[in-house]
């Protein structure tokens, strides 16, 4: 039984044309449906990691499970305290409150298409970290919409360490 009752009529099509596309080599992130377009069921984009390069730092997410598929190439991915390497094909699904992180394996591509249920209005958090990487707002102003986008920053030695 679901507790998320979607409110949406009407069947999301998305084209690779169409997906807005966000950052640049070595992360490029194409925005495929966010929450609005799915009545709240869920929102989901698509992440492409060169050469080992980071995706998103360790963080969880208070009221949404995360679902990490790999389209191909082999990624790194935090659970908790456990780092996940995983391939083309492989699932991994965080429950809310549980700290993750994701990263392409040192050396490698990967491509991961990600899913946040229920969904939150995601597409301005990934338009927020381009501005980041332009430099055109500071890395700390993360902190500011954290409880807006319901990811909270925290820190793992697990994840560091993996990293290095």
Known sequence: M????PDFDTSVIVRAADAEVVGRAPTTIRLLADSSATG???ST???TLTDGADGARPHHHANSAEL????DGTAQLLSGEQVVTAERGDLVIVPPGVAHAFA??????????IVITPGVERFEYFRHLE???YGKVPPESLL???ELYDTYFRGSPAWDAARR
């Open 2 to 5: 679901s507790l998320i009752t």
């Open 40 to 42: 709240g069921a869920l």
């Open 45 to 47: 984009q698509r992440v």
């Open 68 to 71: 990490f598929y790999l389209l």
């Open 104 to 113: 392409a394996a040192p050396g490698e591509n990967a491509d991961i298409l």
């Open 131 to 133: 501005r980041i990487a």
């Open 144 to 146: 500011e919409v954290q």
